[in-house]
């Protein structure tokens, strides 16, 4: 791992137990991540490109490896370190959008900060959903918002902290394609402007090409790792 890395990851391998026994889906995957890169993941389902995320935002444990995310070795980190780690320096963003029904949209973006006891959640928050473009929709619940708006709200959530690394699966997987080219011209500005470090896993090969650099998966593998 450079200076300079927002993610590291060593020799990093996924074995899950299923019915018919012992299932591997990473199988050796090794990363240095810049810090204010982007990089995407492709590859087909079942590639192991969703594991490798959870697995390098600290969700998911690998069987073995090391993984470093944001300056912080995580491999041995228990749920309560890699938490506060997640809440002061991680974004995700989710192909469901995982958006909170009984909660506003200006409360679902001010709860990473209230969880951080941050005296100006509510101000920020409604800072960040103007900056997303839905500041008048503050006092609106979900299931007021359509699609689009829901996984803006949801950006805004994820950015709201001042994520060192934003996470991104699949997050215009639920949406047409023109909601889903306004919902990724949003991601990709609003990373560029807070020099954020973007991973995004996707299946679209325009999406991938818009990043830095662009790594293919099959079988648990890296199979390329192209830089554009």
């Not at 639920?174 to 609003?190: H, I, Q």
Request: hydrophobic letters at 45%; aromatic letters at 4%; a neutral charge.
């Amino acid at each position: 791992m450079t200076v300079a890395s927002a993610i590291a990851l060593a020799d990093v391998r996924l074995t899950l137990k299923s019915a018919a026994g012992a299932v591997k889906v990473l199988n050796g995957i090794s990363l240095d991540i810049a810090a204010g890169g982007s990089v995407a993941l492709l590859g087909p389902s079942g590639s192991g490109k969703s594991s490798l995320l959870m697995i390098a935002a600290g969700l998911e444990k690998p069987t073995s490896g090391r993984v470093v995310l944001a300056g912080t070795d995580i491999t041995d980190c228990d749920e309560d370190a890699l938490a506060r780690l997640r809440r002061g320096c991680v974004g995700i963003v989710f192909q469901s959008f995982h958006l909170i029904a009984t909660m506003t949209a200006l409360e679902n973006v001010a709860l990473p900060l209230e969880f951080a006891r941050d005296r100006d959640a509510s101000a920020r928050a409604r800072d960040t959903l103007a900056s997303v473009g839905l500041g008048a929709r503050a006092a609106h619940y979900p299931s007021q918002l359509s699609g689009g708006e829901q996984q803006r709200v949801a950006l805004a959530r994820a950015l709201v902290a001042g994520p060192r690394v934003l996470f991104a699966d699949e997050p215009t997987g639920n949406l047409d394609t023109e909601t889903g080219t306004e919902v990724a011209e949003l991601l990709f500005a609003l990373a560029s402007r807070t020099g954020t470090t973007l991973f995004l896993v996707t299946h679209e090969e325009s999406l991938a090409r818009r990043c830095r650099r662009v790594i293919r998966l099959r079988d648990g593998l890296i199979v390329s790792d192209t830089r554009l």
